[in-house]
């Protein structure tokens, strides 16, 4: 094998594997954390991550084709639209009048 080709390889499988550990954490601070502004949070931040390494994993896979550039476009579109989800969610939730949890609450 080229060397070209196991340096592709090998970006490949660590953008994998960043994927797999941002998607893990955003789904496990989702679970666990406390109230909607935290989880809104980790969703935003991890999740977007997750999906970004995931997403650069395909265009790194396909190479230069048209469904590589749409990939990009894709991966453009949720570094745009996921945190701007996560503040609309927030504003929802604040305006409704829940209150963030504080380390005195007993809602945990």
């Given amino acids: 094998m ?3 080709t196991i340096v592709r390889i090998a970006l490949v499988v660590t953008f994998l ?6 998607t893990f954490v955003s789904m496990t601070g ?9 989880r809104a949070h980790t969703a935003s931040q991890a999740d977007t ?4 390494f995931g997403l650069a994993a395909v ?4 190479g230069w084709q048209g469904a590589s550039i749409k990939t990009v476009i894709l991966l453009f579109f949720i570094f745009v639209t996921n945190p701007t989800a996560a503040h609309a969610i ?3 939730a604040f305006e409704d009048g829940i209150v963030p949890w504080t380390e005195e609450d007993e809602r945990r």
């Fill in 49 to 52: 991550l997750g999906a970004g």
């Fill in 30 to 38: 989702v679970i666990r954390l406390p109230d909607v502004y935290a």
């Fill in 2 to 4: 080229a060397l070209l």
């Fill in 90 to 92: 927030s504003r929802a």
């Fill in 59 to 62: 265009a790194l896979t396909l």
């Fill in 17 to 22: 594997a960043g994927a797999l550990f941002f």
